[in-house]
């Protein structure tokens, strides 16, 4: 059974909660079985929008998109520079 046929029997089930995963599995069955098929996430882009945010917000503004980008990587590419290379 594929999963169109799957998503109209149980939105037309009469269980409220069965109508309602019905609705949510004809809105993002393919994503779901995706899941299944390659048991992989957007987590990890999703945990770097995050970051990205944190840096945008903790810096109230950078002077300009060069500083902005060199941060991101600096940050979400977990680099770090020897003390040595400072000086």
Not at 34 to 52: C, D, P, Q, V, W
């Given at each position: ?13 009469e269980i409220v909660e069965k109508k309602k995963f ?66």
């Amino acid at each position: 059974m594929d999963y169109e046929a799957l998503a109209l029997e149980v939105c037309n089930s009469e269980i409220v909660e069965k109508k309602k995963f019905g609705e949510l599995f004809t809105r993002n069955g393919e994503e779901i079985l995706n899941y299944f098929l390659t048991f992989r996430t957007n987590a990890i882009l999703e945990g770097f929008n995050s970051k990205i945010s944190i840096i945008k917000n903790r810096a109230r503004g950078f002077k300009n998109l060069k500083n902005f980008i060199n941060m991101i990587y600096f940050i979400c590419g977990e680099l770090s520079f020897p003390i040595s290379s400072i000086m």
